[in-house]
């Protein structure tokens, strides 16, 4: 894959196997890595090793491991090594297997109020208990939060790159990473103070972080989406998106909730993300959790409130079916999360990521979707092994949704049963449905 520069087989510091590569942002990549003596499969992340070192990238992945440390919780994800390779330091986690909220958000196109109270609530109680341990994470977004694949909102947040760490008692970072007037986060998730670079930015910046993941699992979108320039220019001279009107199904107080996360004045926001998770608990009432699949469960009601959370064919697309009934699935599916290149039959080749698997086809998330019967050939990693599976595959549905995050899916052709088998047993490992 593009990026990549560690094979699989590689050993880090006598210690590691790398298995697989993950992902690759601007200054780091992360692959999948077994430890040679436990056996325990984790994350290894360190500095891109295909361009020039610098020293303030790899005082930002210090940092990062400093900030995840200090913010332990079970909705953050855990780091549990570090250490050197070639110079260049490279941290530990725990490996999550599953989706992120951003492709499931791609594969349903928006969720239910109550599905997105629910998740709200718990990314503020993860987010404040960051707070209290003076970590600000500052990038706050549906692709920075895992949904494991457990039947609920079990949710992690992730990556820490650019997170603020209160002064200890240690003093300061030895270096400053971020100054007065850089700009830090996604411009389409950055409160205005952040866009506008002010120096008094605080931990409300992520409030406002948090309304906008919100705004957009009710609605599809965000309220102002477009490049730095783009976002500032709308979010100063237009008003926010009619909330109501985009969700008339939402109660009042859901939407009062994310407009007050999304308001201008960080002084008119909520003060802290205890008080968001607070007004979106007393939104839910008796509900006691929502399943990933739609379900609520309250406490003076059936596990299935079937009137309060209708679902449609369109809501759920059917996946890898094949020849099976309409509505059912073929193969079993589990969440599955690797980078992938599609070649299509005119040689353009299309980058995105899988986030879904199933030995009969996969979940594709991309810049731009393929109309159902559209061929290509895939490139990614399986589960299991690590081997790069090379496969024609075609576009069985696709949904539309917004730039960077358009799901398709696709039913293999020609995979070999050795590759097919591999995945099966990673499906049912992972409890696949």
């Not at 109680?125 to 939060?145: F, M, Q, T, Y």
């Not at 409300?204 to 906008?212: E, H, K, T």
Request: aromatic share 6%; glycine share 10%.
């Amino acid at each position: 894959m593009e990026g990549t520069t560690l094979e699989p087989g590689t050993l880090v510091e006598h210690r590691y196997v790398i298995r697989r590569f993950i992902a690759a942002g601007g200054v780091a990549q992360v692959y999948a890595a077994t430890h040679r003596i436990t056996a325990r499969e984790v994350a290894l992340k360190m500095p891109r090793t295909d361009g020039v070192r610098d020293p303030l990238v790899h005082e930002r992945l210090l940092r990062e491991g400093h900030a995840v440390a200090r913010a332990r919780h079970p909705g953050v994800v855990e780091i549990v090594d570090a250490g050197e390779y070639n110079g260049a330091p490279y941290l530990v986690f725990e490996l999550l297997e599953g989706r992120t909220l951003g492709g499931l958000l791609a594969a349903k196109g928006r969720l239910g109020w109550e599905e997105v109270a629910f998740a709200g609530q718990r990314i503020a109680e993860i987010v404040a208990h960051c707070h209290d341990s003076g970590v600000v994470h500052r990038d706050l977004k549906p692709d920075n939060i895992f949904v494991l694949p457990t039947g609920t909102f079990n949710l992690k947040l992730f990556d820490f790159g650019i997170a603020q760490l209160r002064a200890t008692a240690e003093g300061e970072p030895r270096v400053k990473l971020t100054q007065v007037g850089s700009i830090v986060g996604t411009p389409e998730y950055m409160a205005p103070e952040a866009l506008q670079m002010d120096a008094d930015q605080d931990h409300r910046v992520d409030i406002y972080a948090l309304g906008v993941i919100l705004f957009e699992l009710l609605t599809g979108s965000v309220p102002f989406e477009g490049r730095y320039a783009d976002v500032l220019i709308r979010l100063s001279t237009q008003p926010l998106p009619p909330l109501a009107a985009l969700r008339p199904d939402a109660p009042a107080a859901v939407v009062a909730t994310v407009e007050r996360c999304l308001a201008r004045d960080k002084h008119a926001r909520f003060q802290s993300m205890s008080e968001v998770a607070r007004a979106l608990s007393a939104s839910l009432g008796s509900v006691q959790s929502v399943s990933l699949g739609g379900g609520v469960s309250r406490a003076d009601a059936p596990a299935t409130d079937a009137a309060s959370n209708k679902r449609t064919q369109a809501d759920t697309p059917a996946a890898f079916k094949g020849a099976a009934a309409p509505g059912k699935r073929r193969f079993a599916r589990a969440p599955y999360t690797t980078p992938a290149q599609l070649t299509l039959p005119s040689g353009e080749v299309v980058a995105g990521q899988v986030e879904e698997i199933s030995e009969g086809g996969v979940q594709f998330i991309a810049p731009r979707g393929l109309a159902s019967g559209e061929k290509g050939d895939f490139r990614f990693a399986e589960p299991l092994t690590g081997r790069v599976l090379r496969t024609s595959a075609t576009s069985r549905w696709t949904k539309a949704a917004r730039a960077g995050r358009h799901a398709t899916g696709f039913e293999f052709e020609g995979v070999s049963e050795e590759s097919r088998a591999s995945i099966r047993k990673y499906v049912e490992l992972m409890g696949g449905t």
